[in-house]
């Protein structure tokens, strides 16, 4: 099956239609799927534990769009195209950011200068690369 995908949000629809259809589908209606998990890269040091979805877990996803300019966007784009489709499924997000929580300071803090690592107020993810562009930034305007 070849389907134009301009949007997330088209993007659910087709895959849950798949899902229900009398032909190919696993299930037998949409309302069957009771939860949708996120993988979302950056949760700061707000969140180190699974969350469920409300208007404050997607804002401080927005307000932490800074420190993963590639993937909080697409993120939100892809909880709230969720939302839509299944809109009586919970929806629950996990941070990548929450596995820095769980080990020592020294192994997770790379060489970031203490001062701009609270003002970023981040727990680093695999990469480093949003942080150590706004640290090299700002001592450039030093």
């Known amino acids: 099956m070849t389907a134009e995908l301009p949007d997330h949000t088209v993007a659910f629809n087709v895959i849950s239609n798949l899902?229900?259809?009398g032909e190919t589908g696993v299930i037998p209606q949409r309302e069957d799927i009771k939860a949708i998990g996120h993988r979302v890269v950056h949760g700061g040091e707000h969140?180190?534990?699974t969350q469920i979805v409300t208007?404050?877990?997607k804002q401080a996803i927005e307000d932490l769009i800074p420190l993963a300019p590639l993937h909080n966007p697409a993120n939100l784009i892809g909880i709230n195209a969720a939302e839509k489709a299944f809109p009586n499924a919970i929806q629950v997000v996990v941070f990548d950011t929450a596995f820095h929580h769980t080990i020592p300071?020294?192994?997770f803090r790379y060489a970031?200068?203490?001062q701009f690592y609270r003002?970023?107020?981040s727990a680093p993810t695999a990469s480093m690369a949003p942080v150590i562009s706004m640290c090299t930034s700002r001592l450039q305007s030093i």
């Open 55 to 57: 208007s404050e877990v």
């Open 112 to 114: 970031i200068p203490e």
């Open 119 to 121: 003002k970023t107020a």
């Open 105 to 107: 300071d020294k192994a």
């Open 19 to 21: 899902l229900v259809d």
């Open 47 to 49: 969140y180190t534990q």
